[in-house]
T-cell receptor, first 114, second 114 residues
Framework: AQSVSQHNHHVILSEAASLELGCNYS??????LFWYVQYPGQHLQLLLK??????LVKGIKGFEAEFIKSKFSFNLRKPSVQWSDTAEYFC????????????FGTGTKLQVIP | EPEVTQTPSHQVTQMGQEVILRCVPI?????FYWYRQILGQKVEFLVS????????KSEIFDDQFSVERPDGSNFTLKIRSTKLEDSAMYFC????????????FGEGSRLTVL
């Protein structure tokens, strides 16, 4: 079964700082990868996704992620965070082909200080 | 934009009572899921449902839980005899073509068991 690791549990940044959140997955086959965001008191929303093609994926609100197959990684980045980015971020993976469930990482809480 | 809707948004119940959480998935989606998030913890897979039957369930999804799609639109999660540790946010999700993998989440139902 696949699993997802997010090594940073809680990250505190000042506004305008750059962000990189780590995500590694374990599964040797083809996968689709996602980052979801959960703002305080709200539901999970899709930030960006990778299915195939360009391994550098751009999402909403200036976020991007890079799929590095050799490292089984899909790290999330943003060059300059804003206070409104304060949220919890979840990396998720699904094995490609047919029905497969989505497996989530443990999440990273991001706190941006004005 | 189509969305997944969940009711109730918050339910408070006494231990031992039965609870039904309701979800209306996106209309042309085929796969349905319940996930749970205990406060401060990760998003956990409970169960997936396809073609009117359970596709997969986690070890959390024991005999006190059941799901059904009674009328072709609603997708319900029933917890037969609630326990304190069932207090969590329960998220419904639906998924269209399995090859895309993207889950669309509802806003969640917060269950508080006293």
């Amino acid at each position: 079964a696949q699993s997802v690791s997010q090594h940073n549990h809680h990250v505190i940044l000042s506004e305008a700082a750059s962000l990189e959140l780590g995500c590694n997955y374990s599964y040797g086959g083809t996968v689709n990868l996602f980052w979801y965001v959960q703002y305080p008191g709200q539901h999970l929303q899709l930030l960006l996704k990778y299915f195939s093609g360009d391994p550098l994926v751009k999402g909403i609100k200036g976020f991007e992620a890079e799929f590095i197959k050799s490292k089984f990684s899909f790290n999330l980045r943003k060059p300059s965070v804003q206070w409104s980015d304060t949220a919890e971020y979840f990396c998720a993976v699904i094995r490609s082909g047919g029905y497969q469930k989505v497996t989530f990482g443990t999440g990273t809480k991001l706190q941006v200080i004005p | 934009e189509p969305e997944v809707t969940q009711t109730p948004s918050h339910q408070v119940t006494q231990m031992g009572q039965e609870v039904i959480l309701r979800c209306v998935p996106i209309s042309n989606h085929l796969y349905f899921y319940w996930y749970r998030q205990i406060l401060g913890q990760k998003v956990e897979f409970l169960v997936s449902f396809y073609n009117n039957e359970i596709s997969e369930k986690s070890e959390i999804f024991d005999d006190q839980f059941s799901v059904e799609r009674p009328d072709g639109s609603n997708f319900t999660l029933k917890i037969r005899s609630t326990k304190l540790e069932d207090s969590a946010m329960y998220f419904c999700a639906s998924q269209g073509l399995a090859s895309t993998g993207e889950l669309f989440f509802g806003e969640g139902s917060r269950l508080t068991v006293l």
